[in-house]
């Protein structure tokens, strides 16, 4: 199945990596900088915050199901949009669980470097906020690992976007729903055949975080 | 070099500094004039690195007051005038980029133009144009301090700070370090250096400040200090004595 590339097999997978990398992408244009802001940021509740995150990185997927399905339920605040068991829910979906972990770990790396960089950045000029897209660059591959790890939660969770996308056929069918369906349907070549897919793709995420961190070290000595 | 009016001379006035009660710097007084090597000398603990803090608006002083002559010489550094002070750490902290982007980055952070260019002439003047893609990171440790110095030249600062300069260096590193740091003074910029390393101070320095304890015990020119010491103090580090 694999081979002969069925089309809908293919669908399948298109849409689960468009949505998991859209929700990747939101998830680190919003959590690499509040990250970073944390990291050089002190204000009182600062460690209830931190903790706060640290927590949520083990959110039950089934429960970030729960808060986006509330939230564009007809009778939810954001119901009058319509996006409940669409595609645009289920990254809303995957964004909340994946925000966690780029938030932590962006912040744990950006305050490693800037305990490190501090007094040249402030020799600078460049204090709070101002040193924050030196210490995201510098960070880069470190970062690029934390990035992949939320990957690599999204790809494997089936809880939320079974929850917000209903699981309807060729339209918000992910591999990891899929499987669950297909399976307890009996047809297990196709469950298969996605969890092969599945498994490649955890490889390669690891292979890439490996990759990253080697790449960084030739950087960071 | 400059075509600004003078930030010196600096006035250190009553310096004073503590961490929860604990005095680490007291009283200290001096003014630094332009030109020469001033050396602060003294046992680890002495308040020398503390003193290149304070005077470059690292630290906020707990009592008295540093002073620049130029008004325009921010002492706690406020974007868009850029400092004409500068400063190299003991371990120089070296960005994860080339040894290149390390200098322009400090370019552009203080808003300074051309940075491109300013950086190969800072490469080329401390005979680091080969290693200019290189990751500053992976460089010796001689070489990692020239960059700092570079990168702290490029930013042309009036005064420029060295915090023992050439503590983790080995003995060749050192002499290029030293003959670096004369040639800056033979351009016409101020040096405030701290060092371990008396043998340094007596080779570099043309005024000696020891301290002891937090306090500035003894402020006299080099010479002087090292042939006839004032106080018993002074005398005994300069002996290797252990003060107690």
């Known amino acids: 199945m694999i081979i002969s590339l069925d089309p809908q097999f293919l669908q399948i997978v298109g849409l689960s990596l468009r949505v998991t990398l859209t929700a990747l992408l939101l998830a680190a244009l919003i959590g690499l900088p509040l990250g970073a802001l944390l990291a050089v940021s002190r204000f009182p509740g600062r460690t209830a915050v931190i903790i706060l995150f640290n927590g949520l990185m083990g959110l039950p997927p089934v429960v ?12 939810g605040p954001l119901g009058g949009l319509g ?18 972990i780029v938030i932590s770990l962006a912040r744990s790396t950006i305050e490693e470097l800037w305990s490190e960089y501090r007094e040249h950045l402030m020799s600078l000029e460049l204090t709070g906020r101002r040193a924050i897209p030196t210490l995201l660059w510098d960070g880069r591959f470190a970062l690029a690992t934390g990035l992949l790890a939320g990957f690599g939660r999204a790809t494997a969770e089936v809880g939320a976007v079974l929850i917000v996308g209903g699981n309807i056929a060729g339209y918000t069918r992910t591999m990891t729903t899929s499987i669950a369906l297909e399976t307890s349907k009996g047809d297990l070549p196709l469950a298969l055949g996605l969890g092969i897919v599945l498994i490649a793709l955890t490889l390669t995420i690891n292979a890439a975080a490996y990759g990253a961190s080697r790449v960084g070290a030739r950087f960071a000595g | 070099m400059h075509d600004a009016i003078s930030i010196l001379p600096l006035k250190v006035e009553d310096l004073g500094f503590q961490v929860s009660g604990n ?35 690292l630290l906020m002083p707990s009592s008295g007051a540093v002073k620049w002559h130029d008004e325009r010489a921010p002492q ?21 980029r080339s040894a290149k982007a390390n200098i322009t980055h400090a370019l552009s952070a203080l808003g300074i133009p051309d940075i491109a260019t300013k950086a190969d002439f800072a490469l080329a003047r401390f005979g680091l144009s080969d290693l200019a ?20 030249w490029a930013l042309s ?40 390393d008396l043998g340094q101070a007596r080779r570099l320095s043309n005024r000696i400040l020891f301290f002891n304890k937090g306090r500035l015990v003894e402020d006299a020119p080099a010479e002087k200090f090292f042939s006839s010491p004032q106080t018993p103090e002074a005398r005994a580090f300069i002996v290797g004595d252990l003060l107690w």
Not at chain 2, 76 to 91: C, D, E, L, S
Not at chain 2, 162 to 191: K, N, Y
């Open chain 2, 23 to 57: 005095r680490l710097l007291d009283g200290v007084s001096f003014i630094l004039t332009k030109g020469g090597i001033t050396t602060i000398i003294g046992h680890n603990g002495a308040g020398k690195s503390l003193t290149l803090r304070l005077c470059h608006g």
């Open chain 1, 83 to 100: 996006w409940l068991f669409s595609p645009t829910a289920m990254v809303m979906a995957q964004t909340l669980l994946v925000l966690p």
């Open chain 1, 64 to 75: 970030a199901g729960l808060i986006v399905f509330l939230l564009l339920s007809r009778s």
């Open chain 2, 133 to 152: 893609e290189r990751p500053a990171r992976l460089m010796s440790g001689g070489e990692q301090q020239r960059l700092a110095i570079a990168r702290a």
């Open chain 2, 157 to 196: 600062p009036e005064v420029l700070f060295l915090d023992e300069p050439s503590s983790h260096l080995d003995p060749g590193a050192t002499r290029q370090i030293e003959a670096i740091v004369t040639s800056l003074v033979a351009e016409g910029m101020t040096i405030l250096m701290t060092t371990h």
């Open chain 2, 76 to 96: 706690t550094g406020t974007h868009g005038t850029h400092k004409r002070h500068a400063m190299v750490f003991q371990r120089p902290v070296m960005l994860r």
